[in-house]
C-alpha cells in the first residue's frame, strides 16, 4: 500500500490534479473514436454493399466481403492482446489503427471484387486490435473501481454505432458513392493516432521471450474453422456436407492441439491460468452468450418489422432503436453505479432475467403484434443487454493480473465475437428452416418455389408476391422468428445460471483506503 500511494503521489506531483483529468479526458475521446471505428465499419459498409456490387460485380462472391473482414478480425483478436501485453500497449494499439486505416484506403480504391475482399481482410486485421486496445487501455488507466462508468460510455459509442450505421452509410453512399464508405475512417483515425501519440503515456515493455508461432498458428487455423463453418453452414453448404465435416476436423483438432501446446510454451498466446479464475471463466461464457444473442436480435428484428409490420428498409437502424437505447442508458447507470458502490454480481443476474424475459416476449410476436408491443419487447431486451455488455469486461480484466490485461480483454472479446458467429448461424438456420416449412404448409408448391433460393425475401421481392403468398410469407416470418427468439431465450438462461456462480471480488481501487492491487492511474497518462 505504501509504494501505491508513493507511486500515486509521485505521479501527482508530476502532473497536477487540475491537468490530469483533462488529458485522460482527450485519451478517453480518442478511444471512443477508435471504437466508433471498429463498430461503424461493417453496418456503413452493408448498405454500401448493393451499390459495390452494381459497380464491381462478383455478386457470387458477395459473402466474402463481409467474410473475409471478420475471419481476419477473429484471428487476430488474441494475437492483438497478447502483442500489448509483451511489447507494450500504445504501441500495438497505434499499430493495429495504422493497418486499419492502410485496409481501409486500398477498399476504397479496389478495382474489383477480388481485390475488396483482399483489401477487407487487410482491414480486418487492423480491426482486430481496436477493441481489445481500446479495453485494455482503460484498463491500464483507470482503476477497476472506477472503470465501470468508462466501460458504460464505450458501450454508449456502440449503441449510437449500431443506431446510426446504415443511416450513415446510406447518406454517405448517396451523396459521395461507395468509396467514400472506407475513406470516412481515414481523418478520424488520423486523429485518433494524433492524440493518442501525444497525450497517452504507458510504460514501455520489451519481452525476452519469442512470440509463440505455432500457438498462433493453431489458434488462427482453428478460430478461421469454426467461424468458416458458422458462416457457411446450412447457406453455402448443408450442414453434413462433406466440406463442413472437413472445416469442424480441423477446427477441433486445431483448437484441441492449440490447449495442448499452451501448457508447454515460454509465452503462450492465452496462458491457460487465467481461466483458473472462477469469475474470468464465468464471464467468458457470459459474454459468448450476449453475442449469440444480441447479434441474433439484430439480424431478425429488422427483417420481422420489414416482412409483417411493413416497416421501411431505409431506416432499418432506427427499427432497433429501443432494444439499443434501453442498452444504452442502462450500460450508462450500470457504470455508474458500478463506480459509485463496487458491486457489480446484480448486473449480470438482473441482466441475465431480463433478456430470458425479452427474448421470450419476442418470440410471441406473430402477424397482429403492433410495432409499440414489439418495441416494448425489444427494450427489455435492451435492458439485459446493457446490464451484461461492460460489466463482463470490468470483470474479467478484475479477475487477471496487470501483465495479463491484453489477454483478458482479447480473450473476452473473442468469446464475444464467436458467440456472435454461432449465434446468426444457429438461429439463422432454425429460422430459414421453419420459415420453408411454413411456406410449403400454407402455399404449397408456390411456396417452397418462393423460399428455395432464400428463406429473406427483400422488399421489393415481397412485393411482387400474390396476396396469398404474401399473407403466407409473413406468417411463415413469424413463425420463424419464434422458434429463433425461443432458442435465444433458452441459451439465455445458461448466463444466468453463470451469473449467478459470480463471486464479487472487491474491484481494485475500491474504498477510501485504496488497496494493495490498486491502479495508479497518474502514472499513464501525462499534461497536454
Known sequence: MADTQAVRTGAEADVGEDKQPRSVRVVLL?????????????????????????????LEHLSWVVTAYTLATAASTPLWGKLGDMYGRKGAFMSSIVIFLIGSALSG??????????????????????MVGVMAI????????????????MAGVMALAMIGGPLVGGTITDNWGWRWSFYINLPLGVVALA????????????????????????????????????????????????????????????????????????????????????NFTLMSLIGFITGFVMFGATLFLPLYQQSVQGASATNSGLLLLPMLGAMLVTSMVAGRVTTNTGKYKVFPVVGSVLMVIGLYLLSTMDTGTSRFTSGV??????????????????????????????????ST??????????????????????????????????????????????????????????????????AGTHSAFLLGAVVAVLALVAAVFVKEVALRGAGPQGDDEAAAPMQVAEPV
Open 413 to 478: 472479446t473473442l468469446f464475444r465475437t464467436l458467440g456472435s458467429s454461432f449465434g446468426v448461424a444457429i438461429m439463422g438456420a432454425l429460422f430459414n428452416n421453419r420459415v420453408q416449412d411454413v411456406m410449403s404448409e400454407r402455399a404449397g408448391a408456390l411456396g417452397s418455389k418462393i423460399t428455395e433460393q432464400s428463406a429473406q425475401l427483400d422488399a421489393a421481392s415481397l412485393a411482387k408476391l400474390p396476396a396469398a403468398a404474401r399473407e403466407a410469407y409473413q406468417y411463415a416470418v413469424s
Open 195 to 278: 492524440a493518442i501519440s501525444a497525450v497517452l503515456h504507458l510504460p514501455k515493455k520489451r519481452a525476452k521471450a519469442r512470440i509463440d508461432y505455432l500457438g498462433a498458428g493453431l489458434l488462427t487455423v482453428g478460430i478461421t474453422s469454426i467461424v468458416l463453418v458458422t458462416t457457411w453452414g446450412g447457406s453455402e453448404y448443408a450442414w453434413t456436407s462433406a466440406r463442413i465435416m472437413e472445416l469442424t476436423a480441423i477446427g477441433v483438432a486445431s483448437l484441441v492441439g492449440f490447449v495442448f501446446w499452451q501448457t508447454k510454451a515460454a509465452e503462450p498466446v492465452v496462458p491457460l491460468h487465467i481461466f483458473r479464475s472462477r
Open 138 to 153: 482503460i484498463g491500464d488507466l483507470i482503476p477497476p473501481r472506477e472503470r465501470g462508468k468508462y466501460q458504460g460510455m
Open 30 to 58: 480518442a478511444l471512443m473514436i477508435t471504437m466508433m471505428l471498429a463498430m461503424l465499419d461493417n453496418m456503413i459498409v452493408g448498405t454500401a454493399m448493393p451499390t459495390i456490387v452494381g459497380e464491381l460485380g462478383g
Open 377 to 410: 419487447f425489444m427494450a427489455v431486451v435492451g435492458l439485459g443487454m446493457g446490464c451484461l455488455m461492460q460489466i463482463t469486461m470490468l470483470v474479467a480484466q478484475n479477475s487477471v493480473e496487470m501483465k495479463d490485461m491484453g489477454v483478458a480483454s482479447s
Open 109 to 130: 480504391m479496389a478495382q474489383d471484387m477480388g481485390q475488396l475482399i483482399g483489401f477487407r481482410a487487410v482491414q480486418g486485421l487492423g480491426a482486430g486490435g481496436l
